[in-house]
């Protein structure tokens, strides 16, 4: 007489998949997380130069122009370079910034990635 199988046989299956799948999950979302994370800094990072690219058309101050780009980015330390004023000529800034990752450095990614933003505006206008 054949048995049928039973259900014991099975009852780890579950946690093994699970034990499989896990770390994937969890990779998945720390990636999404991190690219979040990068994107709004990325977002942030260009308009503090928006910011200073308008700042410098108005006031054609580079010192103002960096002050008004770092109270845009706030928590962020940036570096700025802005380009020279001459009225109807467009002026360039420049924003840079290491944003640290959430995560840390591992599986061979670095601890900080550098972001740019750049933002342009007429002189004079």
Do not use: D
Request: glycine share 12%; proline share 2%; aromatic share 4%.
């Amino acid at each position: 007489m054949k048995r049928k199988p039973s259900v014991h046989r099975e009852r780890g299956a579950a946690a093994v998949e699970f034990a499989l799948v896990l770390p994937l999950l969890i990779t998945l979302v720390l990636g999404i997380i991190e690219f979040g994370h990068l994107y709004n800094a990325q977002i942030v990072i260009t308009n503090a130069a928006r910011e200073a690219a308008r700042t410098m058309a108005i006031t054609n101050n580079s010192g103002t122009a960096a002050s008004a780009a770092q109270a845009v980015a706030t928590g962020y330390t940036i570096n700025v370079t802005v380009g020279a004023c001459t009225s109807g000529a467009e002026v360039v800034a420049n924003v840079t910034s290491g944003v640290g990752l959430l995560t840390g450095s591992w599986l061979g990614m670095p601890s900080t990635i550098t972001v740019n933003g750049q933002g342009a505006m007429r002189c004079g206008g």
